[in-house]
C-alpha cells in the first residue's frame, strides 16, 4: 500500500526517467510500530547489508565507504560513498564498480501528527579512489535517489524515489559509453524497479 502522506525533501522531476517503489506494513499498536520503525531506520542506514534482505533474490551489493573509497562498518553518514557491484561488467572509471555518494540524511519527529521519518538522498559520484574526476556510474549525476523510511501512527512504510534518471555516456573510455548506456536503459525499464522493491520489503519486514 502507498502512503498518502507527501513526499519529504524530494528532489523535482526535471528530465530523464523516474520510480517510485513503496511498501508499507500496519502493527497492532503504535508502541510496536515505533519498535518496528527503529529496526527499519537502522536497516536503512546499514548499507552494506542492503544484499541480505532481498534473500536469495538476484541483486546489487552495496558497500559503504568513507571518503577515500576504503570500506567502513557501522551506519552511513552524509559525505560517504556507496561502492555498488551489479550483476553486471564494472566501469573503467569506477573500477569495476559504480559509485554514488551520500548528500542528505535527515530525521524528523511529529508528535502532533504522530509520525516520524528518516530519509536518505544519493548522487551518482567520482570513484574517490581514482583521480579522475569523471563521474563512475550508469546514471548522469543530476540523478538522485531517494530513501524513505517513515512510521505514521501505526503504519510503518519504506520507499524508494528515483529522479532524472539519464544515462551517463560522458566518460572518456568507449567501453565505459556504451556499458553506461546498455545499463541505464536496462535500469529505465525495470532492473531498479525490482532491486527497490525487494529493498523496500526487507526494509520493513517484520523479525
Not at 498518502?4 to 500496519?26: F, R
Not at 538476484?58 to 568513507?66: D, G, H, K, P, R
Amino acid at each position: 500500500m502507498n502512503s498518502k502522506q507527501p513526499i519529504k525533501n524530494l528532489p523535482i522531476q526535471q528530465s530523464g526517467a523516474h520510480t517510485d517503489t513503496c511498501h508499507s506494513i500496519k502493527l497492532k499498536s503504535v508502541e510496536r510500530a515505533k519498535k518496528q520503525f527503529e529496526i527499519s531506520k537502522n536497516r536503512l542506514l546499514e548499507v552494506s547489508n542492503w544484499h541480505k534482505l532481498c534473500g536469495n533474490a538476484v541483486s546489487a551489493t552495496f558497500q559503504l565507504t568513507n571518503y577515500r573509497g576504503n570500506g567502513v562498518k557501522g551506519l552511513a553518514k552524509n559525505g560517504y560513498f556507496l561502492k555498488i557491484n551489479i550483476p553486471a561488467p564494472g566501469t573503467n572509471a569506477g573500477n569495476g564498480y559504480d559509485w554514488v555518494q551520500i548528500e542528505s540524511i535527515e530525521e524528523k519527529h511529529d508528535e502532533v501528527k504522530d509520525e516520524e521519518w528518516i530519509s536518505m538522498r544519493v548522487r551518482p559520484a567520482k570513484n574517490p579512489t581514482h583521480p579522475k574526476e569523471e563521474t563512475a556510474h550508469f546514471f548522469k549525476d543530476e540523478a538522485t535517489s531517494n530513501f524513505v523510511v517513515k512510521r505514521i501512527k501505526t503504519r510503518v512504510i519504506a520507499e524508494v524515489h528515483g529522479r532524472n534518471e539519464k544515462p551517463n555516456t560522458d566518460n572518456a573510455t568507449i567501453w565505459d559509453k556504451i556499458r553506461n548506456a546498455f545499463i541505464a536503459l536496462g535500469a529505465m525499464l525495470g532492473f531498479s524497479k525490482n532491486q527497490w522493491k525487494c529493498l523496500v520489503k526487507g526494509l520493513v519486514k517484520v523479525g
